[in-house]
């Protein structure tokens, strides 16, 4: 049997024996999203259809940024796991190629393609016999460029210089696409896309529809050489993977035994020295007070040198930083410099979606934490979380808010309570809505692949980016009424958010800490958690989680923004486009409707909470 048949067959069995549980509710959400942009890319192909060059170019996008930022994309069949089968390179991308065209990510991208078929039978009978090859070549060099974009990066990672760039790339393609409506003002709004657009790849396949036999024959053999290079260079890219994992596996291997033997020798002598000093008497006991101190000094130098070091939280914090500071430069192009002074309160709430899982990257060296008695881990994770923040976001902050004086007091007012809230609820949200992790020793050649439930995580990240908006909203509603008053309440907001959260994350560790390790040990949950919904209720909470933010904040919350700042541009905010006497109505309606679908999302799972076997 064919290499590639076999692989599809354990995909294809693979996936139906985990569509289970929690899974089955975020792909069913997933399926639900992706089925109605494939069908607005159909409506655009009949409407409008030549702005469908710019919308295969969004999917392109999403093809190569979408596995960035969900632990580097579909992993369910690892080249790892053939190393060891003598399969030439490109057979083996052969068979992972035809794997990965089963899933929900492909039947929704053949489902937008078909709009290749409706622009076809606009142009004749000859234009729908070509849209049969454009259709597959197109959808495969979809797949191919996702997959080397993942596997350069994936290289890029391993040094701290490439951690850095791919950061700033990322963060600056995603604000821009998050931005879009400042390119379509820009670019006015005749219909029209600029000429480059169409001749991207993923315009091939609408160049080879609505050209004749001349154009569409050099369409469709730039795409099949397209797939073959891409091809090629992925088969030389899983050959370096699977090479360097090896490498990396004996030598983190010998390094970890040789490490372990010195550790375990010098803790030995520390320990049997402690133990005599206790035998004559000569012990010391520190005050209580003291040894916490140097307990969280411990743990804030740790932190602090993972922050430095680890390449995957270096390009985190990079993304978010690019994020920031492009997503509020992008209205420039409309020579609108109001959007500058929100640039550092972005890269607070980015960065702290960016950590929502913090305790997950110790993996199963949870158990320092855990055994160790009056910890102040949580307080020291939260100084170092600060200190890796807050001086960007400052310096960002000012440099900015300066540049356009003002305003002063909502800015301050944010940024003191964003960096609280943020401190506060990242060891909070990881303790509480832990996601299990790979440990550090064993991830795959893929170092974006952190965890095996990435559906989860990335819901992780969007409910502590709705969190820790919200923090600041006291402070930010104050200062926008009051004006200088809403800064201190900024500042009490800030430290009650990180006190008091924190406290409650120290609770968690302490009250469930063998349960968080038992999690991140094995990945399985007890089974009396609120994850235990029954399957509608599963599905409601992941779709309220999905799309509760959609209303609430492009919807609710920037259009206010706008609409108090005086902005001139409507964007895609449905509100701005209704009569005067409706806008505000339609904004109050937007925000409540996505904090309802928030509420909704965590009282699901509240409702239906088990309570603990009595023993």
């Known amino acids: 049997m064919a290499v590639e048949l076999i692989m599809v067959r354990m995909k294809t069995a693979v996936l139906r024996h985990s569509m289970t549980g929690q899974r089955a509710g975020i792909v069913a959400t997933g399926g639900i999203l992706g089925v109605a942009l494939a069908g607005g890319t159909i409506v655009l192909a009949v409407s409008a259809p030549a702005l469908l060059p710019a919308a295969y170019a969004v999917w392109m996008l999403g093809w190569m940024l979408g596995p960035v930022f969900a632990g580097g994309g579909d992993e369910t069949l690892r080249p790892e796991y053939f190393a060891l089968l003598g399969l030439p390179p490109r057979r083996l991308a052969a068979g992972l190629l035809a794997a990965a065209f089963v899933g929900v990510a492909p039947a929704t991208s053949l489902l937008a393609l078909g709009g290749l078929v409706a622009e076809g039978v606009r142009h004749g009978a000859g234009a729908v016999l070509v849209t049969v090859p454009a259709v597959v070549l197109q959808l495969a060099a979809f797949v191919l460029l996702s997959k080397v974009a993942v596997a350069v990066l994936g290289i890029v990672l391993r040094s701290r210089l490439g951690a850095v760039l791919a950061g700033v790339i990322n963060g600056t393609i995603l604000a821009a696409l998050g931005q879009g409506w400042v390119f379509a003002v820009a670019f006015g709004v005749s219909g029209e896309v600029p000429q480059f657009v169409r001749y991207l790849p993923s315009g091939w396949g609408v160049l080879a529809v609505q050209g004749d036999w001349r154009q569409a024959v050099v369409a469709l053999a730039a795409l099949a050489l397209l797939v073959a290079l891409l091809l090629a260079a992925w088969a030389a890219l899983l050959t370096r993977r699977t090479s360097a994992n090896r490498t990396s596996g004996r030598t983190s291997g010998r390094t970890s035994g040789r490490t372990s033997g010195r ?64 997503f509020a430069a992008a209205p420039l192009i409309l020579g609108w410099p109001g959007m500058l002074p929100w640039a550092g309160p972005i890269f607070i709430v980015m960065a702290a979606g960016m950590s929502a899982n913090l305790y997950s990257g110790d993996g199963t060296a949870l158990w320092l934490t855990i055994m160790t008695p009056n910890a102040e881990d949580v307080r020291g994770r939260q100084l170092a979380w600060l200190l890796s923040v807050a001086p960007p976001a400052t310096v960002l902050t000012l440099a900015l808010t300066a540049a356009v004086d ?39 050649g893929n170092p974006l692949r952190s965890t095996e439930d990435e559906g989860s995580a990335s819901g992780l990240v969007y409910a502590m980016l709705a969190l820790c908006a919200l923090t600041a909203a006291p402070a930010g509603l104050v200062a926008w009424l009051y004006g200088w008053p809403g800064v201190p309440v900024g500042v009490v907001t800030g430290l009650l958010c990180a006190w008091g959260f924190g406290l409650l994350a120290q609770r968690r560790l302490s009250a469930q800490g063998p349960e968080l390790l038992d999690l991140m040990r094995t990945g399985r949950r007890p089974t009396n958690t609120p994850y235990n919904l029954p399957k509608r209720e599963r599905i409601i909470t992941a779709i309220c989680w999905g799309f509760g933010a959609i209303p609430l904040i492009p919807q609710g919350i920037v259009p206010g923004i706008f609409k108090l700042t005086g902005a001139g541009s409507r964007g895609w905010f449905l509100a701005l486009y209704l009569p005067e006497w409706l806008q505000w109505p339609t904004i109050v309606f937007m925000t409540l409707l996505g904090l309802t679908m928030s509420g909704l999302g965590l009282w699901i799972p509240w409702r239906h909470r088990k309570q603990p076997k009595a023993s």
């Not at 060891?427 to 020793?441: C, E, I, K, R």
């Open 263 to 326: 550790t375990s020798g010098r803790t030995g002598s520390r320990a049997s020295g402690r133990t005599g000093r206790r035998a004559g008497g000569e012990r010391r006991v520190e005050p209580e007070g003291r040894e916490a101190t140097r307990q969280s000094r411990a743990v804030l130098g740790k932190e602090l040198r993972t922050w430095s070091r680890d390449l995957v939280r270096t390009h985190q914090l990079t993304f978010a930083l690019a994020y920031g500071l492009a």
């Open 406 to 444: 003002g305003p002063w007091p909502v800015v301050l007012a944010l940024l003191a309570a964003l960096l609280g809230g943020g401190a506060g609820l990242v060891p909070l949200m990881s303790a509480y809505a832990l996601v299990p992790g790979t440990d550090p020793h064993r991830r795959s």
